[in-house]
């Protein structure tokens, strides 16, 4: 212990040292000029000879340096280019060992001048001298100094002279011309020490403006005279013309330099514009003005591959939005990858984000937020819609029996509500990032929330990349309010004016760094963007105070990756080793982090970790968010999710293990403390599974079983595979993770899933034969596998066998249940005997134990129960009270699974419309839970009424939506009424063919599971199809069959509509006395309908048709007296109704019946909802001569 604690401290001594960058032997290029320019200035006191032995290696030091850090580059420098006056005719006359001596001392002095006010000396060229300022980086003051620099070495000519020994009368004199602009400056290695160059039209213009200098001159030209006006005294001499310069140049010569006086700082820095985004933030900003104008709601998802420039494309529209005058509502959010699998992270973050709220607060704090926000916008429905949108937060306990699937819906319709609500104050403007990695239920919230926005003032903007597509592969398909928005990379030219905005510093980098880096880049912002901070961070790009210089000594050695992770890796590499450690230590926690984690993961102070994190974040390494999830912490996230993936990468595997072990500790630990441990169970298992901790599985089933209470089912089946994933060899831990995967699977309609997980727990179960509690739960999964494949007497047995063992053991919950599960099996077998006493057994059990939600279910089935003993009343008014519970207990679903039975329930009352009307109410929220099942049922039962209000269109599309959902689903009994119903279709618009293929498929299945009942409708129907396509032998048979099975039609409507068709077809045939034996039949069935039965006179109606078309009756004043059109509409065949009353009819009664027809045929063909089909409808043989003999008899009365 005691050596630990020392190696620790030594440790953190040694790390804070490096972090304080006191590195020994740093070479520093500055260091170096200003020991050089100290030198110079004790030149007098020291000596020439001193001074220039001393300046020596320093110089060779300084040029080594330079040949590392600068290369070539575009820079902004300041030329100054001097020449002696008529030197060449001097010369002429002078001994070449005295010229020599002249012109060197001449190169010293300037040499010296230049050196000493921070120059470079270019290079020498006969008796001409060009420097450089600015050459190896910049200052604000070089034009300055490089002026001071010339009226120095002017006033050294005088000394020079008279040391030079000229003759008398002789003097040296020299033109000097300097100019400031962009040059590009290249560093040639093949030149014995290290040369520089600095080429370009500076270098020509200073080179010109010194030839038109007077003698003795100092002619600086406009651009350096920006620089340095106010300090110098000028002359100014415009309009120079000068050769190889096309345009007349301004220019100014110096007099003397000004007393010393305040000069103010400049900054030239600015924001990289976006580039090559305009038509897309135009488009952002127009439709903005289309929800303010419209009044409608709008939802713009921004799609992109990683970088292409969906946040920056979302920034700009931000700023933009910020700086507009009018008001708006702000709601921000951010989805990351761990948030994938935490149901409603996404939208948690939005809403706290706007109630101003953080993870740990308390739930009291977080609750009061809520009711703020609440209310005003809600009123009196205030704190009812905080408590229960602060339920659905997990901030208070649920009331008991209360469904967590109506707890969702209602919560994420209150936050669609409150958005609405707020927009008629201001525009609400919700930016939400990384869409593709936010929970599933977060996204179905985007893709329900019409209904409540549909006219609100509320504008989404959502960036995702494609990988949304493959989670959504329909997102906003078809959806009004949706626009997708596709980001494309950018060209390259427009790839090329960005490169050159993130190194204007640097000006126009060689062709070399130019090619590479946009072939890497691809068009990719965020690539570019990376790979200029790539170049500045390896010293390919190097800043120094203002200015930036290019080193390609730097660049050759290395190749940029041809994929971003390699310039990524480059940059994390570039860190120091302790702040890659700390890098790759937060990379493991996420990429979004907190220092107090990373300091555990890294077994540090936290301290010392901030100020690495520091460093980090001014690299751009990292961000730090302005506040934290966490009391007591500092909050981070990597600038890009790449650049996380690339620092973890990075991490040994075997150092990983052991880092997700510490950050998994260091969350539990802290999420549990705080209460919030069920939020971050998934965040804490996906650490455990990285870390190699058996721990893991119970941290994933903990985190699905919450996912299931808020019916995010996507993200419980991905977590209980994970939990499955890393369960050890513990067969109750893995029977539970199937069990909850099975619930999951049953929700979604996954049949394979189901069956898998079934045969797992049982395989599970057989290692468990002493633990009863698993075992029910067994025999209540194969009861409800049973039920759903139609196989009702196993269905029974299991729920026998489940009650038992609940009785045992004193389950009250499951022995309700069982008992429920039996009732239904003997529903649907119909056994309505066995159903009616295993519903009262559920029903004074629920009851007695306060299962509200059993209770409910069974009122519902007993609804059913009763509805097959055509005693309606009684059904209706078990459907309302099963619908009150529902309703109390805030279960959505459970109300729309009820509204489907009181559909059931008006249907039979003939009260179709209202019928309808129910199952449309239903089908949305069946839709946004995924419920496949009810979806498909509803589907197919919206169909079936749509047929008898004639609306063919609406019909044909369900039921063909329907199809689609149950061939998936594999439910035989479901897809065989589904197949009946889109036959009746096919038939009612003469396909007969397609009527007589789906007919026949849909009665093969219903003999296989079973189902009676739509053995005799399918039959009759069948018959009926084939004697109107004249195959009479066939119609023959299939009445024989429906005949055969009459006694199993559940109720009398069921054997009167069967009786009917089959009636109609031994009229067809001529067989009057079969016939008229079914008439009698009919009558006695059609007085067993229950009077408040609407259908009841429709088949009076027909009956009264019947026995006078077969000569039983010649009464046709008693059915001229039932003729009207609600009574037609409910008819089977209205058609020969209407004949039958025209053969009939005397001549006064004939025209009201030829109008009546005609009213019945218009009224049909309304009602289909699409001309092409109606005319399809119409084109029937029967209904075409309706037309024509009603036509006839409307003509005869006029």
Known sequence: MIAGRSGTRRRSRLYRWLMAGQVPGADDVAQL????????????????????????????????????????????????????????????????????????????????????????????????????????????????????????????????????????????????????????????????????????????????????????????????????RGLFSFEERPGLVLKGIEDPVDAYLVRNERPARFHIESDGSADTPTVGRERELAMLRETLDDVVEERAWRLVTIVGDAGVGKSRLAFELDRWLSERPEPAWWFRGRATRSDLHRPNALLRTVLFARIGVTETDPPATVEQAIGTAFATPFGSRAAAAARTVSTWLGLRDPEPGTDPRGLRQQATTLLAELMARISEVAPVVVLLEDVHWADDESLDWLESADEQLRSARV????????????????????????????????????????????????????????????????GNPFYLEELAA?????????????????????WEPLVVPATLRGVLQARIDALGPLDRDVAQRAAVVGRVFWDTAVAAVAGEDPADVGTVLDRLRAVGIVQERATSSFDGTREFLFAHSLLRDVAYDGVLRSRRTVDHRQAAAWLADLTERTG???????????????????????????????????????????????????????????????????LVRERRGDVDGQHADLEAMAASAADLPADEARQLRLALARSVWAFERSSYDDASAHAAQAADLARHLGADAELAAAQLAFAKARQWAFDLDGARAALTDALRTARAHGLTDVEAEALRYRSMTEVAEDDYAAALASVEAAYALNSQRGDEEAQAVTLHQSSNVLYHLGRYSEALSALIQALPLFRRTGYRYREAVTLTNAAAIAL???????????????????????????????????????????????????????????????????????????????????????????????????????????????????????????????????????????????????????????????????????????????????????????????????????????????????????????????????????????????????????????
């Open 33 to 228: 000029r200003r020991a050089m320019e100290a030198l110079e200035a004790q030149r007098d006191t020291l000596g020439d000879q001193v001074v220039d032995v001393a300046l020596g290696p320093l110089r060779e030091r300084l040029d080594a340096l330079s040949a590392r850090t600068a290369g070539e580059q575009r820079r902004l420098v300041t030329v100054v280019f001097a020449d002696l006056v008529d030197f060449t005719t001097l010369s002429g006359s002078l001994d070449a060992e005295d010229v020599r001596g002249i012109v060197a001392a001449y190169f010293g002095r300037w040499q010296s001048a230049i050196t000493r006010h921070g120059g470079v000396v270019e290079k020498f060229i006969g008796d001409a001298v060009m420097a450089v300022f600015g050459l190896y980086a910049s200052e604000e003051d070089d034009a300055q100094r490089a002026v001071r620099a010339a009226l120095e070495m002017r006033a050294s000519l005088r000394d020079l002279t008279a040391a030079a020994g000229l003759p008398q009368g002789v003097r040296l004199h020299m033109r000097v011309g300097i100019d400031t602009g962009d040059v590009v400056v290249s560093t040639l290695g093949e030149r014995a020490g290290h040369e520089f160059v600095a080429v370009g039209q500076t270098v020509n213009r200073a080179s010109r403006i010194q030839a038109a200098a007077p003698v003795d001159g100092v002619l600086i030209s406009a651009g350096t005279h920006r620089h340095v």
């Open 459 to 522: 504008y989404v903007v959502a960036t995702a990349r494609p990988a949304l597509f493959d989670r959504r592969p329909l997102w906003g398909e078809g959806r009004a309010h949706h626009v997708r928005l596709d980001l494309a990379p950018l060209g390259r030219r427009a790839s090329r004016t960005l490169l050159d905005e993130l190194t204007h510093h640097a000006g126009t980098l060689p062709d070399v760094v130019v090619d590479t880096v946009l072939g890497a880049a691809d």
């Open 534 to 554: 790539w170049l500045h961070e390896t010293g390919v790009v190097v800043r120094r105070d203002a200015e930036w210089r290019v080193d390609l000594s730097r």
């Open 676 to 742: 919030r441990g069920d939020e971050y169970a998934a965040v804490v298992a996906d650490h455990l599974e990285r870390g190699a901790d058996e721990g893991a599985a119970g941290w994933y089933l903990r985190a699905a079983r919450r996912a299931g209470s808020v019916w995010a089912l996507q993200d419980a089946e991905n977590l209980l595979a994970g939990a499955l994933r890393t369960a050890p060899a513990d067969p109750a831990l893995r029977f539970d993770a199937h069990a909850e995967r099975l």
């Open 948 to 1198: 008898f209000t004639g609306q063919l269109a609406d019909a044909g599309r369900w039921v063909t939506e329907s199809l689609e959902i149950i061939r998936r689903l594999d439910d035989q009994e479901a897809l065989a009424t589904a197949l009946g119903v889109h036959g009746q279709v096919e038939a009612l618009l003469g396909r007969t063919a397609s009527a007589h293929e789906l007919f026949t498929e849909a009665l093969t299945i219903a003999k296989e599971v079973g189902d009676h009942q739509l053995e005799v409708d399918l039959a009759a129907l069948l018959a009926l199809l084939m004697v109107e396509a004249g195959v009479p032998e066939s119609a023959r048979e299939w009445a024989g069959v429906a005949l055969a099975s009459m006694s199993d039609a559940h109720t009398a409507k069921d054997r009167a509509e069967a009786l009917l068709r089959v009636h109609y077809v031994y009229r067809e045939l001529g067989e009057v006395s079969r016939a008229s034996a079914l008439a009698r039949d009919l009558a006695a069935v059609v007085a067993d309908v229950p009077d408040d039965v609407r259908a009841r006179a429709s088949y009076e109606l027909e009956l009264a048709a019947a026995q006078i078309a077969l000569g039983r009756s010649s009464d046709h004043v008693e059915l001229l007296s039932r003729l009207d059109l609600e009574a037609l509409r409910g008819c089977v065949r209205p058609e020969a109704v209407l004949a039958t009353a025209l053969d009939a009819g005397d001549g006064a009664a004939l025209p009201d019946v030829a109008e009546l027809a005609l009213a019945l045929l218009d009224d049909r063909t309304s009602a289909i909802g699409d001309p092409d089909l109606a005319r399809e409808y119409l084109a029937t043989s029967g209904r075409e001569a309706l037309r024509q003999r009603a036509s006839r008899a409307r003509a005869e009365r006029s």
